[in-house]
């Protein structure tokens, strides 16, 4: 989180905000595991699962907009169409 979505002000650190004196942990800690369900998504297609990917940076993108998951995101719904189409024509 660059910016307190109270106030706007430049957050440099966990907690509250040094401005309005928000208590923003809990969004750092949805940040956290948005992260953390991002690194399964891609460990996920490391090892073979598409499927799984997808549904795991489904889950992290619902609970943290990044730019880093909208493209995980787009490059697991073309490989699914793409290896849906692949299966059709077999």
Do not use: Y
Request: overall charge positive; proline content about 3%.
């Amino acid at each position: 989180m660059k910016k307190c979505p109270v106030c706007r002000a430049t957050v440099k650190q966990r907690g509250e905000c040094r401005r309005c004196r928000a208590d923003l942990t809990p969004l750092f800690e949805l940040e956290e595991r948005a992260d953390q369900l991002a690194s399964r998504a891609v460990h996920a297609l490391a090892a073979g699962d598409p499927a799984t990917a997808r549904h795991l940076a489904e889950k992290s993108f619902s609970l943290h907009d990044c730019l880093f998951i909208r493209k995980l995101l787009k490059f697991l719904t073309t490989r699914t169409a793409d290896n849906h189409s692949q299966t059709v024509l077999h």
